[in-house]
T-cell receptor, first 112, second 114 residues
Framework: GESVGLHLPTLSVQEGDNSIINCAYS??????FIWYKQESGKGPQFIID?????DKRQGQRVTVLLNKTVKHLSLQIAATQPGDSAVYFC???????????FGAGTQVVVTP | NAGVTQTPKFQVLKTGQSMTLQCAQD?????MSWYRQDPGMGLRLIHY???????DQGEVPNGYNVSRSTTEDFPLRLLSAAPSQTSVYFC?????????????FGPGTRLTVL
C-alpha cells in the first residue's frame, strides 16, 4: 500500500551544522505535507507545512523542499542547536478533507 | 488558552480493566482525533470527530470507543484493556474539517496494560 516513510531512523549532527531530514512518499495524490517535531515526553509540535503547488517554503531556520517528480520531501534545519534534538515526523494529507498519515520518524541527535 | 489537555499522564491497567482517557481543548476547534504511538512507528489514527455528535473510525479503531457530546471534550474509552493497547496516546485538534490548518497535539497519556 501507499505510505509515508523516512530514509534514516537516526541522524547525528554537530552543533552549528545544517541538518537535512528526508522523507519519501508514494501517494502521488497527496497535496499537503507537514513536518512535526516531537521532544521526549511531549506531543508532536507543528514546524512547517507545504502544499503540493509549491517546491519550497521557508520558516525560521527551517526550510521544507518538495520534489513531486521523485515524491520526496525534506526538512532542512540551519545552524542546528541542542534544542533541535528530537524526533521529526513527516505527514501527508490527500486533500483538505483527508486524514494525516505519518511516517515512522527520524531521531535527530545534536552533538557538541 | 490551555490548548489541548490530556489526563491522566500515566496509567497502568490490568488486562480486562476498562478506563477512559480524557481530552479537552479550549480553542473551539471543530476537528478532534485520537492517535496511538508505538515504538518505531508513526502515529496511527484511532478515532476522530468532525464536530459535536459526530465520530468516525480511523486506522486502528478496534478495542476503543469515543463520543463527542461537546465541542471541547473527546474522551477515548478502552472497554477491556489488552497488552496490545500498551502505547502512548495523543489527542489532537484542528480548527475545522476540510482545511489545511495544523493539528495541535496534547502532551500524551502513557498507558501500560499488564
Amino acid at each position: 500500500g501507499e505510505s509515508v516513510g523516512l530514509h534514516l531512523p537516526t541522524l547525528s549532527v554537530q552543533e552549528g551544522d545544517n541538518s537535512i531530514i528526508n522523507c519519501a512518499y508514494s501517494n502521488s495524490a497527496s497535496d499537503y505535507f507537514i513536518w512535526y517535531k516531537q521532544e521526549s515526553g511531549k506531543g508532536p509540535q507543528f514546524i512547517i507545512d507545504i502544499r503540493s503547488n509549491m517546491d519550497k517554503r521557508q520558516g525560521q531556520r527551517v526550510t521544507v523542499l518538495l520534489n513531486k517528480t521523485v515524491k520526496h520531501l525534506s526538512l532542512q534545519i540551519a545552524a542546528t542547536q541542542p534544542g533541535d534534538s528530537a524526533v521529526y515526523f513527516c505527514a501527508e494529507k490527500k486533500n483538505s478533507w483527508g486524514k494525516l498519515q505519518f511516517g515512522a520518524g527520524t531521531q535527530v541527535v545534536v552533538t557538541p | 488558552n490551555a490548548g489541548v489537555t490530556q489526563t491522566p499522564k500515566f496509567q497502568v491497567l490490568k488486562t480486562g480493566q476498562s478506563m477512559t482517557l480524557q481530552c479537552a481543548q479550549d480553542m473551539n476547534h471543530e476537528y478532534m482525533s485520537w492517535y496511538r504511538q508505538d515504538p518505531g512507528m508513526g502515529l496511527r489514527l484511532i478515532h476522530y470527530s468532525v464536530g459535536a455528535g459526530i465520530t468516525d473510525q480511523g486506522e486502528v479503531p478496534n478495542g476503543y470507543n469515543v463520543s463527542r457530546s461537546t465541542t471541547e471534550d473527546f474522551p477515548l474509552r478502552l472497554l477491556s484493556a489488552a497488552p496490545s493497547q500498551t502505547s502512548v496516546y495523543f489527542c489532537a485538534s484542528s480548527v475545522q474539517v476540510g482545511s489545511y490548518n495544523e493539528q495541535f497535539f496534547g502532551p500524551g497519556t502513557r498507558l501500560t496494560v499488564l
